[in-house]
């Protein structure tokens, strides 16, 4: 089991959480199944940027993101050098440390 560690975001997960998981499964379906109600507008079809998270440690364990990713994740609201689109990152053997940005670029969230 990998742990993951979402650390607090003030509306989608307050307190923080930490999370055991199956290496394979996506980082976004991993905070849906924890309850986490992570954004993911396009459905996890790489089609959009909601979902979009900062991997604040065991980002080299992930698998190299795809040209379709890169180019969507330019488009994403505070972009980092270890932003992924979390319906893209699979969780691998590595513990990781996962920030979900403060703000995202969907204009229709019910959330808002």
């Not at 459905?43 to 992930?62: D, I």
């Amino acid at each position: 089991m990998t742990r993951l560690t979402f650390l607090p975001h003030p509306q989608i997960c307050p307190q923080g959480k930490t999370i055991e998981v199956e290496p394979g499964i996506s980082i976004c379906d991993a905070a849906l199944n924890a309850g986490i109600p992570i954004e993911h507008a396009c459905e996890k079809a790489c089609a959009c940027t909601t979902c979009h998270v900062v991997v604040r440690q065991g980002f080299n364990s992930l698998a190299a993101a795809e040209e379709k990713e890169e180019d969507l994740l330019d488009k994403a609201w505070g972009l980092e050098p270890e932003s992924r689109l979390s319906c893209q990152a699979k969780v691998g053997d590595q513990d990781l440390v996962v920030e979900i940005p403060k703000y995202t670029i969907n204009l229709v969230s019910e959330q808002h």
